[in-house]
């Protein structure tokens, strides 16, 4: 199907593209220009440009940057850039005054990794931070010099089609001596509401003595979510000093640190993502339930005390707030280190 | 159940937030029928329940004197929070918030609704699990501290067991000179210890307040320049257009000078000019603060005479609607000496700020709205571009603090064309176009740090006798003075009196327009 170029913008020249961005923000005597960031986006092929572009315009609602959607077709031929420019705009909550930032769309096709990433670089606001969003499966080798430059790798694990390789080629990349990039998952962040509201109710005094008792946990996802029940799994064992035992296709076995068995139940649901978790210990449970129609979680917890429900903010799954979510800066890096070791020997 | 577990052992909280998560509590209110927790502390409390914050079995519980149920509490409170919450009102989470909020009606003084109180909270404590955490708001003028405080504790209820806490926030006027603040804090202290009073001042709350010690010690740029060295003087400017409203009497008794220049422009400066804390923690911060307090250069009477102005607003146009002036207000006496304007010029005596004047003015019925801290520096050397007869003036460091929280920097930039003509640019971040989302509100930020127990944003008691200390000189040479410089007047909608123009032409500066 032939490219749609409309959502792109105005077509420019490659080697012009600096010249015809100076040229839309001449003409913009409000001065409304505004970025923070280089907002990089890879992506192979031609398909999600379009879909891309609109997560972009969202997304710099919250993040003012410069944004590069880069489409790569290596196979193509015969080898070349094409290149639009765009400004997005919009009214800021304060009321009246205009923020635009641009966006820079590359199309590259036959280039090698090192000349995509030397088309990038040659388009980069340079003194801004880079956070690069990598949709496509990472590179055998990280040989390209792009990521002596990243600052932020985005990723979305529940994407992986080959997750242990995938796992696999990401340590490489963050090997590769670049101490000061970091990575976010967004699928981490998918988990983000729910782990908060857990956390909050084992907060509760008549639950957090069952931390250590638990000997159950179920977690009910869509089809297309059971990474991202997999990586909250992960986030339990890690916290909790759950040893991997052994697992089977839906079940996982662990040992408390007491040496105690505890079992995992990985169930579908027609409802988006991980949309519920039970956890249980001989005399407490909690159940935790995305509702219907609403943009939050009902905790219905018993103890011998009793029963009692309560709700919490379910988080907004929605990619661009996911995304918002993921650059916010916080301490969240070294916890899900410690889930996506053990990740590692839940994935197959 | 097992037995009551520690306050810190739920590991499941590691990395959830890059701060100290609040422990569930029971949050009281005095003076829960004033407008201060319909307009700012439900709210708040509302805004950090929805963003996921409030521990779920947090319970808000208002005291006051009126008779009132819990349903029409909750029903008053439910129309406020349409009005005021930055976030709006989510149905699902207005019900179960709200299902947290009771009404406690007892007079102020009476002994038996304390000791109903302290049931009504023990029964929470046992239905939800907040463990004796306690968190007594203080929304009510200082005559009913004393009273309280002393209830508080016959009941009990500053008692804590088992590594709960409770905990007491002041809203200010915290005292009205040394002496009384003295005493307020001796009463205070007798019922809660020091780390467990927490003085609110608002306007630390605020997106930028905070900012200044990040731009200063998190920027090489700056503090190399942070110095008598390099910079010339600072302006403060806290103006705003509303008078005195219906709070006539308050006003009264306290004046431009207690009401904001004691506590919000006082602790402003000190962030501003305070040496490097050797870490975050709340008493290195306030160790550093209390510091600069110290070295404010106190006056004598005549140095008030010439350091300080006082005025009133007298009638005039705001906002193009006719306004009376002060004395004319409602219940304001028509003889009133007290300033709704004050402009000072000050020093800190310490070696990094040595010789550099500060100049500080707040008033009422001013053009606009509009807080902010400029900081002047040195011109560049009278050569070279600097040569022409008028100069080509300081560069020009902002800090707004409301509206519109930002920072500023006015640069001398070459004009482009063929001749040299130079001129100021200024680089201009604005908090809510650079991060998009709007900047909570400074009360939930407060509120969260004293359930969190992170006292870092709130005023030590040596900070406020120190702060004291500074206004008991001028308000002394005010009123106790045989021969007190007298009470300047300026038309409402203007920006003050012709003598705070005079204290900074007198050293060759001007006001900056706003």
């Excluded at chain 2, 308000?475 to 003050?496: D, V």
Aim: aromatic share 8%.
């Amino acid at each position: 199907m032939p490219l749609d170029e409309t959502p792109l913008g105005l077509p420019v020249a490659f080697d012009n593209i600096s010249k015809q961005l100076k040229a839309l923000w001449d003409s913009d005597t409000d001065r409304t220009r505004a970025s923070r960031l280089n907002f990089v986006v890879y992506c192979q092929g031609t398909d999600s440009l379009k879909a891309n572009t609109e997560l972009i315009s969202r997304f710099v609602r919250t993040h003012a940057c410069r944004a590069i959607l880069i489409g790569d077709c290596p196979a193509a031929q015969p080898a070349k850039v094409s290149a639009w420019i765009q400004a997005h705009c919009h009214l800021t909550k304060a009321g009246a005054k205009e923020i635009c930032s641009e966006q820079i769309t590359l199309l590259a096709e036959g280039l090698s990794e090192e000349g995509v990433a030397n088309v990038l670089m040659s388009n980069l606001d340079y003194d801004l931070p880079l956070n690069i969003w990598w949709q496509a499966p990472f590179p055998t080798l990280p040989t390209s010099p792009l990521w002596a430059r990243v600052d932020r790798l985005i990723f979305d694990s529940q994407s992986w089609e080959n997750p242990s390789q995938e796992k696999q080629r990401l340590d490489l990349i963050r090997d590769s001596g670049n101490p000061r990039m970091s990575v976010a998952d967004i699928n981490w962040t998918r988990t983000m509401a729910l782990r908060q509201a857990i956390a909050q109710c084992f907060d509760m005094p008549q639950l957090l003595p069952e931390l250590p008792l638990l000997n159950r946990l179920e977690v009910r996802h869509s089809p297309d979510a059971r990474l991202t029940a997999l990586l909250l799994v992960a986030w339990f064992a890690a916290q909790l000093g759950w040893m991997f035992d052994h697992a089977s296709q839906d079940e996982i076995c662990f040992r408390t640190p007491k040496g105690d068995a505890l079992v995992v139940t990985l169930l579908h649901s027609p409802n988006d993502s991980v949309s519920g978790v039970t956890v249980r210990s001989l005399e407490s449970s909690l159940i935790l339930e995305r509702t219907k129609g609403s943009n939050l979680f009902l905790a219905t917890i018993k103890t011998p005390a009793g029963t009692s429900e309560t709700h919490f903010p379910g988080g907004n799954l929605e990619t661009t707030a996911l995304l918002c979510e993921e650059l916010t800066p916080g301490p969240r890096h070294r916890v899900y280190q410690k889930a996506a070791a053990i990740l590692e020997l839940l994935i197959p | 159940m097992n037995s009551t577990p520690s306050q810190s052992s739920n590991p499941l909280k590691e990395g959830l937030s890059s701060r100290p998560l609040p422990r569930p509590c029971n949050v009281v209110i005095f003076g829960a029928s004033g407008d201060l927790t319909y307009r700012k502390l439900i709210p708040a409390l509302y805004n950090i329940e929805a963003d996921g914050d409030l521990p779920a079995t947090t319970h808000i519980t208002g005291f006051a004197r009126r008779p009132k149920s819990d349903e029409s509490f909750q029903h008053e409170l439910g129309d406020a929070l349409s009005k005021f919450s930055r976030s709006g009102r989510s149905e699902e989470i207005w019900k179960d918030f709200s299902s947290r909020v009771h009404y406690h009606a007892s007079e102020f003084g009476n002994p038996e609704g304390y000791r109903t109180l302290a049931a009504r909270l023990d029964a929470l404590d046992k239905e939800s699990g907040t463990a004796g955490n306690r968190l007594f708001y203080l929304s009510v003028g200082p005559s009913e501290f004393e009273g309280i405080l002393a209830q508080l504790a016959d009941a009990g209820l500053n008692k804590t067991t088992d590594g709960a806490w409770a905990r007491v926030i002041v809203e200010k006027p915290f005292g009205r000179d040394r002496n009384t603040a003295h005493a307020l804090n001796e009463k205070v202290s007798k019922v809660f210890a020091e780390k467990d009073t927490y003085r609110i001042d608002h306007y630390l709350g605020k997106e930028t307040a905070q900012n200044i010690m990040v731009l200063r010690f998190a920027n090489s740029i700056f503090e190399p320049l942070w110095n008598h060295r390099y910079i010339d003087h600072i302006q403060i400017t806290a103006a705003e257009p509303m008078g005195v409203e219906a709070r006539g009497p308050y006003y009264e008794s306290s004046g431009a000078l207690r009401d904001m220049v004691q506590n919000h422009l006082t602790q402003i400066l000190c962030l501003l000019t305070m040496e490097p804390p050797a870490d975050l923690s709340a008493d290195s911060v306030r160790d550093e603060k209390l510091k600069v307090v110290r070295a404010l250069r106190k006056m004598s009477p005549e140095q008030v005479a010439r350091n300080v102005v006082r005025a009133q607003y007298a009638a005039g146009v705001v906002g193009g609607n006719d306004v009376l002036g002060y004395k004319s207000e409602e219940r304001v006496s028509p003889q009133s000496e007290t300033e709704t304007y004050v402009a000072y010029r000050t020093f800190i005596d310490n070696w990094r700020w040595d010789g550099v004047p500060i100049y500080v003015r707040v008033g009422k019925r001013m053009p606009k709205h509009g807080t902010e801290i400029a900081i002047y520096f040195k011109e560049t050397p009278g050569v070279l571009f600097n040569a022409q007869q008028a100069g080509l003036g300081p560069n020009v460091l902002v800090f707004r603090i409301q509206p519109d929280e930002g920072v500023s920097l006015l640069i001398q930039s070459k004009r482009p064309g063929a001749q040299l003509a130079i001129e100021p640019v200024k680089m201009d971040f604005h908090y809510k176009t650079s991060f998009g989302k709007p900047s909570p509100e400074a009360y939930e930020r407060l509120l969260l740090d004293a359930m969190s127990g992170d006292a870092t944003l709130f005023a030590r008691r040596d900070e406020v006798d120190a702060a004291w200390t500074f206004i008991d000189c001028i308000e002394h040479a005010w009123h106790n003075h045989p021969n007190p410089a007298p009470m300047a007047s300026y038309p409402a909608g203007s920006w003050g009196p012709k003598e705070a123009d005079d204290l900074l032409a007198a050293d060759g500066r001007v006001w900056r327009r706003l």
